[in-house]
C-alpha cells in the first residue's frame, strides 16, 4: 500500500517485515522451529499478508495469513520434501494459490489452491523437473501462468486440462528466473529472465518490451511495476534497477 515495501522470511522463524512511514515493523508470523525458507508474500483484502513458505523440521509446505484477529498458520503438503520455490497469489475471492517444488513424485513442480471453504486442492502440474525457482500468477481466464527456472521460459497450466505445463508467450525458449508482476490495470506481464525482463501482453503473449540488466549484470531476483504502470523496477545484484517502458530505456540504477 501507497508504495511501502513488504518483506517475508525466515529460516529459525517466520518473519513478516514492512515498512509503516514512520519506520520498520517485524512481526513473527509462525513462531514454529525451522520454518520461513523459500517464502513468498502477497497482500490481500485490507492488505493482510499472506506467506508460503518451507517447513525444514516436517520437510512441508506451510501457509501463514494474518488477519484481525492474528496471525494463522497451516500446514498444505508434506509429502516427500514439498515447499521448496514456493509462490503464493490471491484470486478475487481472497483465497491462496500456491506453486512449489516437491521431489516426490520424480522431481514434480505442483500447485495447490485453498478454496471458500477451506479446503486445500493439490495437483501435479510438471514431472518431472529439476527446478530451481517457480513464480505463479492468475490471468483473468482463470488459468495459471508459471515461470520456472529452466529454458522453457514462461509456462501455462489450463484450469482443467489433461496436459501439464505448456510454452505462452514471447518469453517461450528463454531461462525465467522465477519473477513475474503484473501491471496495475493487468493489461502486462512482466517475466524475468537470465538477462533482464520480458514484459508481454497479458491478452495473447506478445513480447511488447525486452529489457536488460546491462553488460554483467547480475540476474534479476524481483520486479514490481510502478504504482502508475509507466515504470518496471527490479533487483540484480544488490542493485535496483527502473526501466521507463514509454521510452523502453533504464532511466537508473542505484546501489
Not at 65 to 83: F, K, L, M
Not at 169 to 176: Q, T
Request: glycine letters at 14%.
Amino acid at each position: 500500500p501507497q508504495g511501502r515495501p513488504h518483506i517475508a522470511c525466515g529460516r529459525d522463524h517466520l518473519y513478516y517485515v514492512f515498512h509503516d512511514g514512520g519506520g520498520w515493523q517485524y512481526e513473527v508470523a509462525d513462531s514454529s522451529v525451522g520454518v520461513g525458507l523459500y517464502a513468498s508474500l502477497a497482500l490481500g483484502l485490507s492488505d493482510y499478508p499472506h506467506i508460503s513458505y518451507y517447513d525444514s523440521t516436517n520437510s512441508g509446505l506451510k501457509h501463514a495469513h494474518r488477519d484481525a484477529s492474528g496471525w494463522h498458520t497451516q500446514t498444505v503438503a508434506t509429502v516427500g520434501y514439498s515447499g521448496y520455490y514456493t509462490s503464493v497469489t490471491l484470486d478475487t475471492l481472497d483465497c491462496p494459490h500456491i506453486s512449489y517444488y516437491t521431489d516426490t513424485p520424480s522431481n514434480a513442480v505442483r500447485y495447490a489452491r485453498r478454496d471458500a471453504s477451506g479446503w486445500w486442492h493439490i495437483e501435479n502440474v510438471d514431472a518431472p523437473i529439476m527446478c530451481w525457482d517457480t513464480s505463479l500468477a492468475l490471468d483473468g481466464s482463470g488459468d495459471h501462468l508459471l515461470a520456472t527456472h529452466d529454458r522453457r521460459g514462461l509456462l501455462r497450466h489450463r484450469v482443467g486440462a489433461s496436459v501439464g505445463l505448456e510454452p505462452w508467450g514471447g518469453a517461450a525458449g528463454r531461462r525465467c528466473r522465477g519473477s513475474l508482476a503484473w501491471s496495475p490495470d493487468r493489461s502486462l506481464l512482466a517475466c524475468a529472465t537470465g538477462g533482464g525482463a520480458a514484459v508481454l501482453a497479458s491478452t495473447d503473449g506478445r513480447l511488447v518490451h525486452d529489457l536488460s540488466v546491462g553488460d554483467g549484470g547480475e540476474p534479476l531476483t524481483a520486479l514490481a511495476f510502478s504504482p502508475d504502470g509507466a515504470a518496471l523496477i527490479g533487483t540484480s545484484g544488490g542493485r535496483m534497477l527502473s526501466w521507463s517502458l514509454a521510452e523502453r530505456a533504464r532511466e537508473g540504477a542505484s546501489r
